[in-house]
């Protein structure tokens, strides 16, 4: 009996990243695992423009119509949902620390896994850096982003994340800011961090001499059972490349100098895989032709 032949449709799908996302409850060696964290109550409760909660889902959507390339057409892709927005309205901190129990129990499942965390807000990376940094002496935070997420408030949101696991982490926690601007953090904001260091890389002196000097910092300063991760928040990107965010930057990084800084990232002396955190992105706010999913799904494809 002839086998039947798939349709133009069918064929386009088996090429594409969207073919090897995986339902099935056993999980081989070589996966990627997408944490998708669908609130955005931390970016309200900060003043921020709300809609950043649809973000995971129209990331993944547009990352899934990519062709694949040859090193991920080895790897099988894996995304769980990690959030709760009811649980958040009802108690933001005790939310954080049940995500932060879902982000462990994931990585645990999956071990061995790149790991790509998509939120909502900035506020995310938080219960993410709870949940990676167990076993680990050392934390090191690579934090792209316009704004310097080291509010002094009281109540947690999205521009206190680093400040509230700083304070919490037993360990040595060292964060490195590349983008920030002056006019987008206030002095209460820029104060020294009660634990930890923080080294800051400003947007008006960001050059290649300067992102070396930086980045060799950085290198010296991972140790044995260092955990390394790449941050992004969408709004350090120019607005002209990447509108739809929380909050739009009119004098942001450009893509290609997003793509040379991951690459730096990459050439780290770390001793796990790529784990990286974007966020900030917002769907409402993007263009009809979702330029800003495009551009952070293709940066995201150009990391394997």
């Known amino acids: 009996m002839t086998k ?12 594409s990243v969207g073919s090897l996302f995986s339902k099935s409850d056993r999980i081989p060696k070589n ?59 009802a108690d933001f901190h005790a939310a954080q620390k049940k995500e932060s129990a879902r982000i462990a129990s ?6 061995g896994s790149r790991i790509v965390h998509i ?13 990676a940094s167990e076993g680990y002496k050392k934390v090191i935070v690579i934090n792209i982003d316009a704004h310097a997420d080291t509010r002094t408030d009281e109540n947690f949101h999205s521009g206190t994340p680093f400040r509230q696991f700083a304070r919490e982490f037993n360990g ?15 002095f209460s904001t820029l104060t020294t961090l009660e634990k930890g260091k923080m080294e800051v890389l400003w947007m008006s002196d960001l050059n290649e001499t ?53 690459k730096k990232y990459h ?11 974007i966020y900030e992105l917002n769907p409402i706010y993007d263009t009809l032709a979702s330029v800003s999913m495009r551009t952070l799904a293709s940066f995201i494809f150009e990391t394997f």
């Open 267 to 277: 050439a780290l002396n770390k001793e796990h895989l790529p784990v990286i955190g």
């Open 31 to 89: 996966t990627c695992l997408f944490l998708k964290s669908s609130t955005d109550v931390g970016v309200i409760r900060n003043g921020g423009r709300n809609g950043a909660r649809f973000a995971p889902q129209s990331f993944i959507s547009t990352f899934k119509k990519f062709a694949q390339n040859q090193t991920m057409s080895q790897l099988a892709f894996f995304d769980i949902e990690v959030s709760s927005t009811v649980e958040e309205e």
């Open 172 to 186: 040595e926690f060292n964060l490195y800011q590349i983008g920030l601007h002056p006019f987008a953090n206030t």
């Open 119 to 131: 939120g909502g807000g900035h506020d995310h990376i938080y219960p993410l850096l709870i949940a």
């Open 210 to 262: 300067n992102l070396v000097t930086f980045f060799n910092k950085i290198e010296k300063d991972i140790s044995e059972n260092t955990l390394v991760i790449f941050s992004l928040d969408a709004d350090a990107l120019s607005g002209n490349e990447v509108p739809g965010v929380s909050a739009v930057n009119p004098a942001g990084l450009t893509r290609a100098q997003l793509l040379t800084i991951w």
């Open 106 to 111: 994931a990585i645990a499942s999956h071990h």
């Open 4 to 15: 039947p032949s798939i349709t133009q449709s069918q064929k386009r799908f088996q090429e």
